[in-house]
């Protein structure tokens, strides 16, 4: 009797213990341990990465909005002395088709930070990762350098025809006519600052997104 007791209870213990290994094993896998949940590192890398470009995709469409609404908003009407007469000047950001090719890089920026913004905060949400795969990310990489390049392109074609307006060409007669139009200069001004610093932003994401590929 006493024999079998043992018997009973030995294997008793050998029947525990694989449980207990089990519990273990898928305590460790899920980072639970006492009921206290403990995300790995990895886990905490990508919601950091996820909230930074979270913050990049707000970024952009406040600084892309700005950029399109400061030009579309340049405006003015004034009078200039060109040979000792005193001649009408009105200036309008459609009268230059860089103004407009800017305006219409900021717009198409503007729409595709909305969407992106949209796409992380509906993931985000669901508590899902915001890149699914190597495929999307390389996508969404190529968009944002195509983008930054348009509004680099954009933003010195436009300060180029700015930098002319202030100084006037040389050799010639023709004033400085921000003089007269500082309103307007300034407008434009501000647009191609905020262009040039949204293009550094969507620069930040594709890097982010580099990264992310050299990790996974």
């Known amino acids: 009797m006493t024999g079998d007791r043992k018997m009973s209870s030995v294997s008793e213990v050998a029947?525990?213990?694989?449980?207990?290994t089990k519990v273990a094993a898928m305590a460790s896998k899920s980072g639970t341990i006492g009921g206290l949940i403990e995300?790995?590192?990895r886990s905490l890398d990508r919601l950091r990465a996820d909230l930074c470009q979270l913050m990049l995709r707000l970024?952009?469409?406040a600084t892309s909005?700005?950029?399109m609404s400061l030009m579309v908003t340049a405006a003015e009407s004034?009078?200039?002395s060109i040979y000792g007469f005193?001649?009408?000047v009105h200036s309008k950001w459609s009268f230059?088709?860089?103004f407009e090719y800017l305006v219409g890089v900021s717009g198409a920026v503007a729409a595709y930070s909305l969407l992106q913004l949209l796409v992380t905060t509906s993931k985000l949400v669901r508590k899902s990762?915001?890149?699914g795969s190597r495929r999307q990310a390389w996508l969404i990489f190529a968009v944002d350098l195509a983008l930054a390049y348009a509004l680099m392109s954009a933003g010195s074609a436009a300060a180029g025809i700015s930098n002319l307006n202030r100084t006037g060409i040389r050799h010639t007669t023709l004033p400085n006519f921000c003089k007269p139009l500082q309103r307007f200069c300034n407008h434009v001004a501000i647009s191609i600052a905020f262009t040039f610093f949204t293009c550094c932003l969507l620069t930040t994401s594709a890097i982010q997104y580099v990264i992310w590929l050299s990790k996974n």
């Open 15 to 20: 029947v525990q213990l694989p449980e207990m």
């Open 39 to 41: 995300p790995s590192d």
């Open 59 to 61: 970024i952009c469409v």
């Open 65 to 67: 909005v700005t950029a």
């Open 78 to 80: 004034s009078t200039v």
């Open 86 to 88: 005193e001649l009408p």
């Open 96 to 98: 230059s088709d860089v």
């Open 129 to 131: 990762p915001v890149l």
